[in-house]
């Protein structure tokens, strides 16, 4: 009760399971962002792209958020383009994990990932040597904020 209470007068937080997703779900789901008019929608990658899918074929037009940050997934050219056009907004990629959270994240000129330097170190090695811009190699990542295992 204490959290229900909590969430509607200042977190205001909607949370969408989309560990199995169904038609029906889809509906249920498309449905509720109609009520809630939500300002940013952070969602699963390839979740947002099946709800798009899912709103364009059924001519739903009315869920603009102000902007969609997606994560944990992949965001191709072709599925920004999709989630755009569906919500008719700037979509932002993340990248993270669950153990150090966001790495890094686009602004809104949308030009590259900005690394999380205020709470993270990264390094990027191959065969025990730094790599040089361009090419690939590991991310090693030191978390700055987790004193009791950095």
Wanted: charged share 25%; net charge neutral; with cysteine.
């Amino acid at each position: 009760m204490k959290s229900r209470l909590r969430n509607k007068i200042l977190t205001r937080y909607l949370v969408l399971d989309t560990s199995s997703m169904t038609e029906e779900l889809l509906g249920q789901y498309a449905k509720e962002l109609k009520s809630y008019k939500p300002k940013i929608l952070l969602a699963y990658t390839n979740s947002l792209v099946m709800l798009a899918n899912y709103i364009k074929d059924h001519g739903i037009g009315d869920i603009r958020p102000k902007g969609i940050v997606c994560t944990c997934e992949v965001l191709t050219p072709e599925y920004r383009k999709l989630i755009e056009s569906v919500f008719g907004c700037k979509v932002f990629d993340r990248y993270g994990s669950r153990e150090v959270s966001v790495i890094a994240s686009e602004c809104d000129r949308h030009e590259g990932m900005h690394i999380n330097a205020d709470n993270l170190f990264l390094e990027f090695s191959r065969d025990g040597r730094n790599v040089a811009s361009g090419e690939t190699g590991e991310i090693l990542i030191t978390d700055l904020r987790n004193y009791g295992c950095p």
